[in-house]
């Protein structure tokens, strides 16, 4: 019987340098979408497989040196795998008792891939949040490439938003992205910069003036932006260090396999230039 809450955060607790990121990211989600957090450790059955060091990726007062026993072993075995697993659970349940008391946590630990496990909690999570580095055979891209469920991705360590840019581009993700950012609670209290990356034309002024007049009709706080320039990866990433935004804003992976193939996935490529906690939106 699957102990998975619907309408949960879903903290992916698989990158030692971003265990604590991931649950700061998470902590700081779960009160704003009024949902509880699920602590999720997912790793394959195997005979061996090479040893991940987790001690010391969270700073808890006391048990700090429980995973140290797995940390001298090149390979550990499935039993030294689920006891690993629990550790690093339960020290992550710890942690975050300590920092909100009242936040309601519950453990996921699944013996499969990390990828087979998003698949798990795809349709029924509101969010998952992740470390900027992962540590299974998946790269980032494809796994956020394979969700159906917002994603926030997160640095180490985390820091919690004030703004946001939003990077619309009038496409059916981006307009679906809108209708999300107007009725959630998640980014409610922030200032959104929405930007537009494109040519300064009667089409695209039109489509950036209804959708930041959509965001101040939900009572968001709001600032607009065409930006004519083609690089949209180059134009976006100066744009926020410019206005020092916190959060990043976009649809994940919206341009055609052969855009991608002859000029890059500027998701990708933001992927790698951000610096800050990145909220992706499932492709429509």
Same mark, same amino acid.
């Given at each position: 019987?699957?102990?998975?809450?619907?309408?949960?955060?879903? !903290?992916?607790?698989?990158?030692?340098?971003?265990?604590?990121?991931?649950?700061?990211?998470?902590?700081? /989600?779960?009160?704003?979408?009024?949902?509880?957090?699920?602590?999720?450790?997912?790793?394959p059955?195997?005979?061996?497989?090479?040893?991940?060091?987790?001690? %010391?990726?969270?700073?808890?007062?006391?048990?700090?040196?429980?995973?140290?026993?797995? $940390?001298?072993?090149?390979h550990?075995?499935?039993?030294?795998?689920?006891?690993q %697993?629990?550790?690093?659970?339960?020290?992550?349940t710890?942690?975050?008792?300590?920092?909100?008391?009242?936040?309601?946590t519950?453990?996921?630990?699944?013996?499969?891939?990390?990828?087979?496990?998003?698949?798990?909690?795809?349709?029924k999570?509101?969010?998952?949040?992740? @470390?900027?580095?992962?540590?299974?055979?998946?790269?980032?891209?494809?796994?956020?490439?394979?969700?159906?469920?917002?994603?926030?991705?997160?640095?180490?360590?985390?820091?919690?938003?004030?703004?946001?840019?939003?990077?619309?581009?009038?496409? /059916?993700?981006?307009?679906?992205?809108?209708?999300?950012?107007?009725?959630?609670?998640? *980014?409610?209290?922030?200032?959104?910069?929405?930007?537009? *990356?494109?040519?300064?034309?009667?089409?695209?002024?039109?489509?950036?003036?209804?959708?930041? !007049?959509?965001l101040?009709? !939900?009572g968001?706080?709001?600032?607009?932006?065409?930006?004519?320039?083609?690089?949209?990866?180059? !134009?976006? $990433?100066?744009?926020?260090?410019?206005?020092?935004? %916190?959060?990043?804003?976009? %649809?994940?992976? @919206?341009?055609?396999?052969?855009?991608?193939?002859?000029?890059?996935?500027?998701?990708?490529?933001?992927?790698?230039?951000?610096?800050?906690?990145?909220?992706?939106?499932?492709?429509?």
């Open positions: 019987m699957s102990n998975l809450k619907p309408d949960s955060v879903i !903290a992916c607790l698989d990158c030692p340098d971003h265990v604590q990121a991931v649950l700061e990211a998470s902590m700081w /989600a779960a009160p704003r979408l009024q949902a509880p957090i699920g602590l999720l450790h997912s790793v059955s195997l005979q061996q497989k090479a040893a991940v060091n987790y001690s %010391g990726c969270l700073n808890i007062d006391d048990e700090s040196a429980l995973l140290d026993q797995f $940390t001298t072993k090149e550990l075995s499935n039993c030294e795998l689920k006891a %697993g629990k550790l690093l659970l339960h020290q992550a710890t942690y975050c008792e300590q920092q909100r008391q009242k936040l309601k519950y453990t996921l630990h699944r013996h499969e891939h990390l990828n087979q496990s998003i698949d798990y909690v795809d349709n999570a509101q969010l998952i949040v992740i @470390g900027h580095h992962v540590t299974c055979k998946a790269t980032l891209s494809q796994l956020i490439r394979l969700s159906h469920c917002p994603i926030l991705v997160t640095h180490a360590p985390f820091l919690t938003p004030t703004t946001a840019l939003f990077a619309f581009d009038n496409c /059916a993700t981006s307009h679906k992205l809108l209708n999300w950012l107007c009725k959630t609670p998640l *980014v409610r209290a922030l200032t959104i910069h929405i930007v537009m *990356v494109g040519k300064d034309n009667s089409e695209n002024c039109d489509a950036l003036r209804e959708a930041y !007049a959509r101040k009709q !939900a968001i706080k709001s600032k607009k932006a065409l930006l004519d320039c083609r690089d949209v990866t180059a !134009a976006l $990433t100066y744009y926020q260090n410019e206005h020092n935004i %916190g959060l990043l804003i976009t %649809g994940a992976f @919206g341009q055609s396999r052969l855009h991608e193939f002859l000029k890059g996935s500027d998701t990708k490529k933001l992927l790698g230039s951000t610096k800050t906690p990145y909220l992706l939106f499932p492709k429509v």
